[in-house]
Nanobody, 116 residues
């Protein structure tokens, strides 16, 4: 079992930056990937960025060049640095942990609101 907690959301003006943090606890030795998804009102949850057991990363096209995902293996943490934020980035951001046996664990979500 893996427990996931996010932090760092908030309100920012367009063009601004935010950094999200996520910490995993519990059966962390079995973590395969960590990353971020988001869900805007009336829309499906979508991938934002993932990072694997190396420096392999995967980004949604809409955030490439603006967002950076990083991982601290010692702390079982993942971070999302978001720059040049746009109003369309407004959503609830969820931290995702994928275990070695392909079980998904989710955080409670953190709200990111970008004003124009």
């Amino acid at each position: 079992q893996v427990h996931v907690v996010e932090s760092g959301g908030g309100l920012v003006q367009a063009g601004g930056s935010l950094r999200l943090s996520c910490a995993a606890s519990g059966s962390t030795l079995s973590i395969r990937t960590m990353g971020w998804f988001r869900q805007a009102p009336g829309k499906q949850r979508e991938l934002v960025a993932l990072i694997g057991t190396s420096t392999d990363t995967n980004y949604a096209d809409s955030v490439k060049g603006r967002f950076t995902v990083s991982r601290d293996y010692a702390k079982n943490a993942v971070y999302l640095q978001m720059n040049s934020l746009k109003p369309e980035d407004t959503a609830v951001y969820y931290c995702n942990v994928l275990s070695a046996d392909l079980h998904n664990y989710w955080g409670q979500g953190t709200q990111v609101t970008v004003s124009s």
